[in-house]
């Protein structure tokens, strides 16, 4: 070669993979139509779709008897807590939306669409509802969540920090204002659990079980791989005794067992199925998480030694992020699960959104309306459910798990 021939980069001479253009007939064709069977397969589901769709819109639109969840509203989203201490449950409502405006446009800023159709929802509730204390509440609600959108979108970096202590003091806020304070006559006086229900209750349950049982199975994952054998085997004895009992015997226990390992102390129902509910979850949170310990190559420990780290440290800064890291959808899956599971406690006598649908069920105007009842149960429980897989999922794509 010359001394005048022009070299080339051989990033000149990689092309770019071939891509492929489809238009919408060509996509149809390639995936539903690209075969005889694969034609008759499509028109065949295509025609039970249209009959299943048909059949439930008009049942939804012309038989259904929607009044039944109108008129039993408040009754399925906070079951029979008094009417005059509802603005407690509204200011935490507020707050919340208040805290998921600003956290979206902290760490969601590029999912407008989402943004834009929560923040949409409160002030749609609000034109159709029929209650005039609940549409001013409905509007609060999508002013503050406007209002933290906006105020993190201007300064997001200085209220990062701000939003983390935000949610960590939301909860003991938001369980003094369900639960009250002092005597009867202070601004919160208290409210017995007996009034709790409905939809307050089953979440109430579920971010009890979540906060508590995290931490908890997070050190039994931790105590389960420990050299010391006491503290292994007690471990490895709670979780496969747990595990190893189905849930409903596990509330029963809590209701009946823990007034006697404590005499003398009065244990409310509802703090006993929390109890219930978190040493339970606890068990199998343990498992997830020691699986992500698992994972973790030989090397990242010896690494960890070999810069002087001690056991904790390595174990907080090193070991323990990259396996929660690694079993994020495992973990989102038992917490959606733990949120279903909370409607077992009807059984113990506690009426979450289940129990209130048997007793909506039972009102003499609203016999036989089943259909009507559970489909609203399951619209409800759908809905929490996909917002916490969007949520995880969300978070699995910012972290980058699977790459």
Known sequence: MSANTPTVSKSANVLPPPTERYSVVRWLHKNLFSTWYNTLLTIIMLALAGLIVRNVLEWALTQARWDVI??????????????????????CVVLLAFLIGMSWGIWGRM????????????????????????????IATGIAGVIGYALSWRWGGILQRASIVGWILYFPILFIL????????????PVPTNLWGGLLLTLLLTVVGIVFSFPIGVLLALGRQSKLPVISWLCVGYIELIRGVPFISVLFMAQ????????????????????????????????????????????????????????????????????????????VGQFIALFKDTSLVVIVGLLDLMGIARTVLAQPDFLGLQAEVYTFIALVYGVFCYLMSAFSQRLEAKLHIGR
């Open 111 to 138: 999912q407008r669409g989402g943004a834009i159709a929560f923040g949409a929802l409160p002030f749609l509730l609000a034109i159709v509802t029929s209650d005039d204390a609940s549409r001013v509440a409905l």
């Open 178 to 189: 369900v639960n009250g304070i002092g005597g009867g006559d202070s601004p919160l006086p």
């Open 256 to 331: 009946l067992m823990l007034p006697l390992f404590l005499p003398g102390v009065t244990i409310d129902r509802v703090v006993r199925a929390m109890a219930g509910v978190v040493v339970f979850s606890a068990a199998y949170l343990a498992e997830n998480v020691r699986g992500g310990l698992q994972s973790i190559p030989r090397g990242q420990y010896e690494a960890a030694y070999a810069l002087g780290l001690s056991s904790w440290k390595m174990t907080l800064l090193i070991i323990l992020p990259q396996a929660l890291r690694a079993v994020i959808p495992i973990l």
């Open 70 to 91: 109108t008129v039993n509203m408040r009754l399925f989203m906070v079951g029979q807590y008094p009417v005059n201490e509802l603005w407690r449950i509204w200011a």
